[in-house]
């Protein structure tokens, strides 16, 4: 029978190296999907998915095991990546595409081809702009397409904080959408 995250967790906090490769090999994935999503280039991801998971080994005396492994990875993997955004003076394009076509794929209106074709191209220029809160709020909530209170407790924030920053960086967005929009009327 398999192990659950919680007895691999606490087997590592004794010094067990096999339990704590068997919870990497089990949740880089969605680790890596978070970072991917947020910082927008595979090797920043993946940097980042080896910090989070460096964090995580020696912060095994302070697991919870009241609480999922899951969300407590999650919330360091937006921890370091929100250090990584705070910190970068870069803005790249992010590479949204896997997430928004999987998301749009689903909408069963054929017609909307040409239209989602703009939207990732839209959100691959405009994403990078927000300010790195908003930006970990709006990647985990609309693109990842998390609940708020899943959201929040990635992040640490209250449910009023995210609901607040999901607000301003979907207003920035659509501002910047609309600009868009007259410029191209005027041409």
């Known amino acids: 029978m398999e192990k ?29 999907s978070l970072a991917l999503r947020t910082l927008g280039r595979r090797a920043d991801a993946e940097d980042a998915v080896q910090e989070a998971f460096i964090r995580v080994w020696r912060s095994l005396d302070r697991f919870d095991a009241a609480r999922p492994f899951p969300a407590w990875l999650n919330r360091i993997t937006a921890n370091v990546c929100l250090d990584r955004l ?3 003076d870069r803005k790249r394009a992010g590479e949204w595409r896997p997430a928004v076509e999987e998301r749009l794929a689903s909408d069963d209106d054929p017609g909307r081809g040409i239209e989602d074709r703009d939207l990732v191209q839209w959100m691959e220029r405009f994403i990078p702009d927000l300010p790195p809160k908003q930006r970990m709020v709006f990647v985990l909530r609309d693109v990842q397409d998390m609940s708020v209170e899943e959201t929040a407790g990635a992040l640490g924030m209250s449910r009023r904080a995210v609901i607040s920053n999901l607000c301003l960086g979907r207003k920035a967005l659509a501002a910047r959408f609309e600009a868009l929009e007259k410029g191209e009327r005027k041409q």
């Open 4 to 32: 659950t995250d919680t007895e691999l967790m606490l087997l590592a906090r004794t010094g067990d190296e096999d339990a704590f490769r068997r919870i990497v090999e089990r949740h880089q994935g969605t680790a890596y």
């Open 86 to 88: 705070k910190s970068a």
